[in-house]
């Protein structure tokens, strides 16, 4: 009789451990969504029955009209994916100047949240987009002070756009302003040389 009670115990304990585990797993794969001021947190379930960690803010997001009361791996992503997005886009079509740090971690958040290969590829393609005109602009920049240390800096930051998923007509662009700055830097090479004063020898007596 004693064994079958400390079996029939043994047995509860484990029923009882493993839904402990279950309800654990549970909780820890759902998410919540808190309206707070100046935006929404998102907040992950504990490895426990209960209670919850602060997972991400998301500022200036209005509370979804069909919000849930709570929500899985899966939506949450989408839910972060579609705001970054947005928000990376309203931000570029501002006017004014733009903030590219800020612009950079939406999109970067909005890669990271993304479930699909092709909504990896168009905010890689927006990242790439914004990496060429940057790029560009640098260029430009120290082009315009035409010393060959600047026109060296330069053609690095062209041929570093010329790396990004770039289409043809933006490559073959490219390819003739590196090919103009290696031209310009040949020939300040070559009247840095001409220009050189000979060396003076001494004549023996």
Not at 154 to 171: C, H, P, T, V, W
Not at 178 to 201: F, G, S
Request: with cysteine; hydrophobic share 40%.
């Amino acid at each position: 009789m004693e064994k079958k009670i400390k079996y029939g115990l043994a047995g509860i304990g484990i029923l009882l451990l493993l839904a402990l585990i279950v309800s654990s797993t549970m909780n820890k794969s759902s998410y919540y969504i808190k309206e707070v001021d100046g935006g929404i947190q998102v907040w992950q379930g504990r490895f426990a029955p209960m209670g919850a960690k602060l997972y991400m803010e998301l500022p200036d997001m209005k509370m979804p009209e069909n919000a849930q009361s709570s929500y899985f791996k899966d939506e949450i992503y989408m839910l972060i994916f579609s705001f970054c997005q947005k928000k990376a886009d309203s931000m570029i079509e501002q006017d004014g100047i733009l903030d590219f740090a800020k612009i950079y971690e939406y999109l970067n958040n909005a890669k990271k949240y993304a479930l699909t290969k092709a909504d990896k590829k168009t905010v890689q393609s927006r990242i790439d987009a914004i990496d060429f005109t940057v790029l560009q602009y640098r260029a430009d920049t120290l082009i315009g002070n035409n010393t060959p240390e600047d026109l060296e800096k330069a053609e690095g930051y062209l041929e570093k756009a010329r790396s990004l998923k770039i289409n043809g007509f933006q490559k073959e662009m490219l390819d003739q302003k590196i090919a103009h700055l290696k031209e310009r830097l040949d020939k300040i090479e070559t009247e840095k040389t001409e220009n050189k004063p000979a060396v003076e020898t001494d004549t023996a007596h």
